[in-house]
């Protein structure tokens, strides 16, 4: 358990994000990520804090944790010591679908925002110094109705890798192998009733590797009105798409390591002493769950060597026919290892349930609260000392 919890924090202190989580009171039960040094707060430092108090009770990160304690699943945009910081909040939630606390992840997305306002000021510029069109990042083209070329920057060859002289006469989209989002029939048709077309295109450069662009084109008319060419300015966001996929694999990892880390907190096996453990349950128990007692239980007991195993289920308030068999087999399938199985907390629709499927608990110990198991099992250890 341990070794999975440094594991844990190992690999979330590693990420460029902060990742945390709270109970249904506000109170944080986990924080951890390498982005929170950006802030101030080591890793782990609000755990057992509450919101509410650190922040306020009507600050943005209260109404913020009120929202997902009433279920809404939301994205949130905060300004912090100089920093924007994205957050996705998620609810948690019991089986039976009841809030029971929630998480939430927070990436710095100031370097994002700051390139988009950058970009739309440099757009901005373009338009107003025409004259300086050679001079831009951005490939920049002028092209025929008939899709032949007439202008070509320096920046498109940069982006594209064709020189002035290989492009100008060429048809544009034969040139570059566009591939449209869309019907390109349909993208014409809104540039003349618009005079303008906004999307992401997928082309070619000269040396085979494909380039994602985000394409502006403005339709140029003459004096009469008539449609005349077509201006394209075109910006690399290759880079910026690919760590965007980049960023939704880390977030699929993250929550992978939390369902992971939730499931391993939801059936914890706790030393009393060193041959003495003790597994409290506690919720809606079901079929799934009562697989990952038998193997989190087998696996502390295979580890640690335990003579006594005290499985507490006090707090499941049902026991259907399929989660009682799955106990009782871990149950058996712990004697196979040498481990005496003791059941305490049993209540009388339980008890009910046992009877009904003729539970063999002929070597099984069952003891009415978690004390009096412990009681037990210590009495049975210090005969055997004698022994």
């Keep these: 358990m341990h070794a999975l919890a440094d594991l844990t924090r190992t690999i979330f202190d590693n990420l460029d994000l902060m990742a945390f989580a709270f109970d249904l009171r506000g109170v944080v039960t986990f924080s951890e990520g390498g982005a929170l040094k950006a802030i101030g707060v080591a890793p782990g430092q609000t755990v057992g804090l509450s919101v509410f108090e650190m922040y306020g009770d009507d600050s943005s990160s209260a109404r913020n944790i009120r929202r997902v304690l009433r279920g809404e699943s939301f994205v949130a945009l905060d300004h912090e010591h100089g920093r924007d910081l994205e957050t996705r909040f998620t609810p948690l939630r019991d089986p039976s679908g009841a809030v029971t606390g929630g998480t939430g992840v927070t990436v710095d997305v100031t370097d994002k925002l700051r390139n988009e306002r950058t970009l739309h000021e440099h757009n901005a510029a373009l338009h107003k110094q025409a004259e300086l069109l050679d001079l831009a990042q951005d490939a920049i083209m002028v092209r025929r109705l008939d899709g032949s070329l007439t202008y070509w920057n320096r920046g498109a060859e940069r982006v594209y890798g064709h020189t002035r002289a ?3 006469g ?11 989002p869309t019907d390109q029939a349909a993208i014409d048709a809104e540039l003349l009733a618009t005079d303008r077309w ?6 070619t450069r000269r040396d085979g590797a494909e380039v994602i662009v985000a394409s502006r084109w403005v339709l140029k008319r003459d004096e009469h009105g008539a449609p005349e060419s077509i201006l394209e300015l075109n910006t690399d966001i290759t880079a910026r798409k690919r760590a965007e996929e980049d960023a939704q694999r880390r977030q699929q990892e993250i929550i992978r390591a939390q369902a992971l880390a939730i499931e391993e907190l939801s059936t914890p096996l706790i030393p009393i002493t060193d041959d003495i453990l003790v597994m409290p349950l506690i919720g809606m128990l079901d079929s ?12 502390g007991l295979a580890a640690s060597r335990g003579r006594f195993a005290i499985l507490d289920i006090t707090g499941v308030p049902v026991v259907d026919t399929a989660v009682a068999n799955a106990i009782l087999q871990a149950a058996h399938a712990a004697r196979l290892l040498g481990t005496e199985v003791i059941i305490t907390g049993i209540r009388p629709e339980v008890a009910q349930t046992l009877v009904h499927i003729d539970a063999q608990l002929s070597h099984i110990t069952t003891r009415g ?9 210590l009495g049975r250890r210090r005969l055997g000392e004698r022994g």
């Design 170 to 180: 060429r048809t544009s989209h034969a040139l570059l192998h566009t591939r449209f």
């Design 198 to 203: 906004e999307g992401e295109l997928l082309h």
């Design 369 to 377: 609260t978690l004390q009096s198991g412990i009681s037990y099992a």
């Design 288 to 299: 799934l769950r009562a697989k990952q007692v038998m193997q989190s239980l087998l696996g």
């Design 166 to 168: 290989e492009a100008l």
